[in-house]
């Protein structure tokens, strides 16, 4: 699908313009304390003309023939663009955590790093993360490594999204 840049794009905005919209595609996720799954997930970035996009994911759970079985994840907030390609991550859970990220935008890419992780005190232990987002052949590809309940970080889901 083409994608044409906004008018109203902020500057600061335009090394993450590419991810603007809405992506719906498959991942896996895995990881030493539970068992291998499938998921189908849907991103959206959406933005006013200030220098930040409000994002929201969703995802569930699916069977081997992509049939959805259950609902999953949900993940809201807003990523901050900053001058030369800074970004500022503040990212909000179901699950009941609250991150900070920082990372760098530059070439069709994104990488984050967690700064701080919160947990309400029924989440369970989740210490820090790094993701990485690419635009490969119009594509969203993305992975979340993860250091949890007393696991180092390592991958845990893995995904590729085309924009709708």
């Known amino acids: 699908m083409p994608f ?10 335009a ?14 996720g895995d990881y030493p304390t539970i068992d291998p799954y499938q998921f189908g997930q849907e991103l959206i970035f959406t933005h006013d003309g200030r220098p930040f996009f409000h994002y929201f994911s969703r995802a569930w759970i699916v069977d081997d023939n992509g049939t959805k079985l259950r609902e999953a994840a949900l993940e809201t907030g807003f990523l901050r663009c900053r001058p030369g390609g800074e970004v500022e991550f503040l990212l909000s859970h179901n699950t009941g955590f609250v991150e900070i990220w920082y990372g760098q935008a530059s070439d069709g890419k994104l990488d984050l790093t967690t700064d701080a992780v919160v ?7 989740y210490v820090a993360g790094k993701r990485l987002y690419g635009n490969v052949d119009g594509e969203l590809l993305y992975a979340f490594d993860m250091a949890a309940v007393g696991q180092p970080l390592q991958p845990h889901t893995w995904a590729r999204l085309a924009r709708r």
Do not use: V
């Not at 090394?15 to 896996?28: F, I, R």
């Open 4 to 13: 044409e840049l906004p008018e109203n794009l902020h500057a600061d905005c």
């Open 119 to 125: 947990r309400t005190h029924t989440a369970k232990e």
């Open 15 to 28: 090394p993450l313009a590419w991810l603007l919209g809405t992506w719906q595609g498959s991942g896996h």
